[in-house]
């Protein structure tokens, strides 16, 4: 009877941190955060093979705790990892490092296309960091390793 509960606990706790993650091309991007809303958006750019931006991701999920009952600001953490690596490669990886801001797959090849429209700021290295409201018209970019104390301070300064 402990086994059956051990095993049952085991399974829910592992579902717990299951992500099922979307896939988006740049224009689901944009429409998600090129709105009239007031929300602030922190928009993660990321891979699993990047080893600072691994480093960096327990920020953005210590961000998301802290701001989780305010409405107004939503972390999305946009992998550019290949789609064809998502089963294999980063949803493992999300499960393992239980990472539990949303997270999407941007299904892009073309960096002269996409990389502008984020910012004519990035070379298109990674780790980047996009915070963006557009109702308060707050666009900044930031092309480096992101910590807590960083996004906090970036938070505090949004009107």
């Known amino acids: 009877m402990k ?5 049952g606990f085991i399974f829910c706790y592992s579902l717990s ?6 896939v988006w091309k740049i224009k689901d991007l944009e429409n998600r955060i090129k709105n009239s ?4 958006y922190i928009v993660n750019f ?9 480093k960096e991701l327990p920020a953005f999920d210590t961000i998301r705790t802290m701001y989780l009952q305010d409405k107004k600001i939503k972390v999305i953490l946009v992998s550019l990892d290949f789609k064809e690596d998502i089963e294999k490669k980063v949803i493992p990886f999300i499960q ?7 997270v999407v797959l941007l299904d892009e090849i073309n960096g002269n296309y996409f990389i502008p429209k984020i910012s004519s700021q990035w070379s298109g290295a990674l780790p980047a960091t996009w915070i963006v409201n557009n109702k308060k018209s707050i666009n900044r970019f930031f092309e480096k390793k992101i910590a807590v104390d960083f996004l906090k301070n970036e938070l505090q300064t949004i009107p």
Request: aromatic letters at 16%; one cysteine or more.
């Open 96 to 102: 393992k490092k239980q990472v539990q801001s949303e």
């Open 37 to 40: 809303s007031d929300t602030t």
């Open 3 to 7: 086994g059956f509960f051990l095993i």
């Open 46 to 54: 990321w891979a699993t093979w990047c080893g600072p931006c691994v």
């Open 17 to 22: 941190f299951s992500q099922s993650i979307q």
